[in-house]
């Protein structure tokens, strides 16, 4: 079977405009003229940046009904949670400042529960080249800003379960990542990227006093970041608790296990980036 009674896609013979197996349109004289270019791209693009829209408002005003509706099947007005992951990650490539998910190696070296690990793998990468720490510290930290942004996706996979863990009850594994990956997206859009414009905006026209310090501290960003994971959350997985005190537990569970899971990414975090200085 030839010409265009069969998909030129797959080859499964043709029973309309689209192949019945793959979805594949028949294409027609009409399809390839430039006004009909012209009409689709503009359909696409219009049909996407709804999606983006409705998805990423969604995500920051309703975080429940987002994660309900997707758990639910419905997922047709919504953008696909790893895309808006990939979103959020393009605009934190883009837009320096904050930096939360990258660890210096001097604190690797000194304020981790796996420091004396760390030591002893630097001890032996600087007894081998013959370079001092200072030179080291340099490099990696230069290279592990370039490293951690490339490892959010650990970040998706442990949250996903820890969620998995609390409501193995209410949802699927497959429920809990597709959480993780809107959680980790509203936090670098609604935390990280504020927080990163008003570093910039603070940089560029005031000093640096001891309030400044304070507020652009490391323990202050680390409170901010465990109240605002605490709060979204919370509202996220609401749906999935009939009781506000079991609710509680599950949560307090979850952002407890914040702890074991950046431990364990930054771990990951150093071990990859010391493979590749």
Aim: net charge positive; charged share 15%.
């Amino acid at each position: 079977m030839t010409g265009n009674s069969c998909c030129k896609n797959c080859g499964a013979p043709l029973k309309g405009s689209y192949c019945h197996l793959c979805g594949e349109k028949r294409l027609t004289i009409q399809d390839r003229s430039v006004s009909y270019w012209f009409k689709d791209t503009l359909s696409q693009v219009t049909q996407l940046d709804g999606k983006v829209i409705r998805t990423i408002i969604s995500m920051m005003a309703h975080p429940a009904r987002l994660s309900n509706n997707y758990q639910e099947g419905i997922r047709k007005p919504y953008l696909k949670m790893a895309n808006l992951f990939l979103i959020a990650n393009l605009l934190y490539f883009l837009i320096p400042g904050l930096q939360t998910f990258k660890t210096p190696l001097r604190i690797q070296a000194n304020e981790q529960v796996y420091s004396v690990l760390v030591e002893r793998i630097v001890d032996r990468y600087m007894s081998v080249t013959g370079e001092s720490f200072e030179t080291l510290e340099v490099v990696y930290d230069q290279k592990t800003t370039e490293v951690s942004k490339l490892l959010l996706i650990l970040l998706v996979l442990l949250l996903g379960l820890s969620i998995y863990g609390v409501f193995f009850r209410q949802m699927y594994l497959s429920d809990a990542f597709n959480v993780a990956l809107q959680f980790w997206s509203a936090y670098i859009i609604m935390f990280i990227l504020p927080s990163s414009l008003l570093i910039l905006i603070h940089s560029r026209f005031f000093s640096f006093g001891a309030i400044s310090q304070v507020v652009f501290s490391e323990w202050f960003l680390s409170g901010g970041t465990l109240l605002f994971s605490a709060v979204y959350l919370w509202k996220t997985l609401s749906m999935f608790s009939r009781k506000w005190w079991h609710h509680l537990l599950r949560m307090s569970f979850i952002i407890l296990s914040f702890f074991v899971i950046f431990t364990f990414y930054r771990l990951i975090l150093f071990l990859v980036t010391m493979l590749v200085i």
